[in-house]
């Protein structure tokens, strides 16, 4: 069974920053690409910041040049360093993993984590 775990959200004031991290098990022998989305309240989700395996990277036009997305392969994890955080940023941050492909999977699959808080105060 494929598991995403995420970590690092919280309360920050404007202008801090926190990190994200989300670690995928699950006799994993792949990952296409893995990112990160954000839903605030009564919005749609909606993606932050994606990374695929050979380090290509994309992000939200509101997140470029705060936001950073990394990721380790061999731990199959990936990070979101969110700098300079506005109180726009407040949602509950979802982590994604695409193209998984396990000894116990037939097929590619994609999954999702739990989400977790992200809260920016004024």
């Known amino acids: 069974q494929v598991q995403l775990v995420e970590s690092g959200g919280g309360l920050v004031q404007a202008g801090g920053s926190l990190r994200l991290s989300c670690a995928a098990s699950?006799?994993?022998?792949?990952?296409?690409?893995m990112g990160w989305y954000r839903q605030a309240p009564g919005k749609q989700r909606e993606l932050v910041a994606r990374i695929t395996s050979g380090g290509s990277t994309n992000y939200a036009d509101s997140v470029k040049g705060r936001f950073t997305i990394s990721r380790d392969n061999a731990k199959n994890t990936v990070y979101v360093q969110m700098n300079s955080l506005k109180p726009e940023d407040t949602a509950v941050y979802y982590c994604?993993?695409?193209?998984?492909?396990?000894?116990?999977?037939?097929?590619?699959?994609?999954?999702w984590g739990q989400g977790t808080q992200v809260t920016v105060s004024s």
């Open positions: 699950g006799n994993i022998l792949s990952i296409n690409a």
């Open positions: 994604t993993a695409q193209g998984v492909r396990s000894t116990t999977l037939l097929y590619p699959n994609n999954y």
